[in-house]
């Protein structure tokens, strides 16, 4: 088929034609956000996935929904090894800047300038040529403790917001890089903002372990957060995904062809606009059947395998592959951390800080206490294929 029309768009945070299966994620986070907006209790949300289940994408999508319902909103993702004060400086001062135009707010964005002034001295935020032109007000933001000072530029927002009948949504991606200490600010921060009614959401996207993350950094954050699981889509929603997009341009797939996508996918929303998209490309005429989405299997694999897969593969040292190899070779997981241990001939205790490394990259995680899972679908799959 004409390439040029090729409906499906395989792509780090690209928004699937049919964004299928997530309308109850969505419905929620809208009430959520409807519901602060208008002076009401509501829970953020961090919303919890393996790679390639779509949360980024849910993520920009709560972006357009938060803007709508009257929000300023800012979205921001998680790098390794920067400081979330760091991040978010830049974030807020555009926030501050956008209530400054209007009247209602001027005050009490001017309060909040000041407390910003004293959040980037206490932080040494490089300040290049941006200029903040009021001086800092002493004993607010300024301690350098972000648990402390993080919750006090929020509450400076949240009330300037208020003021002018506006909200703040912040929305963080990859979440699971923030450090213990960072994460517990954030929890602290949303704890404030509840407490004192003001308009300010938080929605995040991250690896599964982030909900015992955020339990060890603050015991309460179960009850300020909810946790939507973002997991594969169930056999419908996988079929409307790929069914939809092929019949809006006039084309088709066979029912043997979609169900062995459904197979070879896992219902990953990423993967499906993989396969369906070198399906597209390979079926010579409106129907596609299953010889195309064999071939179309080997050619998305192949992709993934030098780009999804193999992005994700090179940050892992020589002892890391070793372990990972390990965990693939024993089939598909969860795997026991004792089963691993064995087939690398070594005692479990002595591989903790190889896990945990390999955790922090954000490759594996625990699912429950002793075992272990990889983050990214079917990479046990292309270990396997590519690192027997």
């Known amino acids: ?165 506006k909200g703040w949504a912040l929305l963080i991606d990859e979440v699971q890089y923030l450090d213990v200490q960072e994460l517990a600010a954030v929890i602290v921060a949303v704890h404030r903002m509840s407490q004192r009614n003001l308009p300010v959401m938080v929605f995040a996207g991250g690896l599964p372990q982030i909900a015992r993350l955020s339990g060890d950094a603050k015991s309460y954050s179960e009850r300020l957060f909810n946790f939507p699981p973002i997991g594969p889509l169930d056999k419908e929603a996988a079929r409307a995904a790929i069914q939809k997009p092929l019949h809006g341009e006039g084309a088709d797939i066979s029912a043997e062809a979609l169900e062995l996508i459904l197979n070879k996918t896992g219902g990953y929303p990423f993967f499906l606009q993989e396969w369906g998209h070198h399906a597209w490309d390979t079926a010579p005429g409106n129907l596609i059947n299953l010889g195309d989405v064999e071939i179309a299997g080997e050619k998305a694999l192949a992709r993934l395998d030098h780009g999804f897969f193999r992005v994700r593969f090179d940050r892992l040292t020589k002892a890391e592959v070793d372990y990972v190899r390990a965990m693939a070779a024993l089939g598909t997981g969860p795997y026991k951390v004792n089963d691993v241990a064995l087939a690398l001939k070594k ?33 046990d799959d292309f270990l396997r294929r590519t690192r027997p």
């Open 1 to 165: 088929m004409d390439p040029l029309r090729n409906p499906f768009s395989p792509g780090a945070g690209t928004r699937p034609p049919e964004l299928a299966g997530r309308e109850t994620v969505l419905a929620s986070a809208n009430i959520a956000l409807q519901r602060v907006i208008l002076g009401r209790s509501a829970q953020s949300q961090i919303f919890l996935g393996l790679r390639g289940t779509g949360k980024t994408v849910l993520l920009n999508e709560v972006f357009d929904l938060s803007e709508r319902a009257g929000y300023l909103t800012s979205l921001v993702e998680t790098p390794e090894n920067k400081r979330l004060a760091d991040i978010l400086y830049p974030q807020m001062r555009q926030v501050l800047r956008k209530l400054s135009v209007m009247e209602a707010a001027r005050s009490a964005v001017h309060s909040a300038m000041r407390a910003l002034r004293g959040f980037a001295s206490a932080f040494k935020i490089s300040l290049g040529d941006i200029e903040i032109g009021v001086e800092p007000e002493p004993g607010v933001a300024d301690s350098g403790d972000i648990e402390n000072d993080l919750t006090e530029m929020f509450e400076a927002i949240g009330y300037a917001a208020k003021a002018a009948g």
């Open 347 to 379: 005692e479990p205790n002595s591989l903790g800080p190889r896990r945990a490394s390999i955790i922090k990259k954000g490759m594996i995680y625990s699912p429950s206490y002793g075992d272990i899972d990889f983050t990214v679908p079917l990479f």
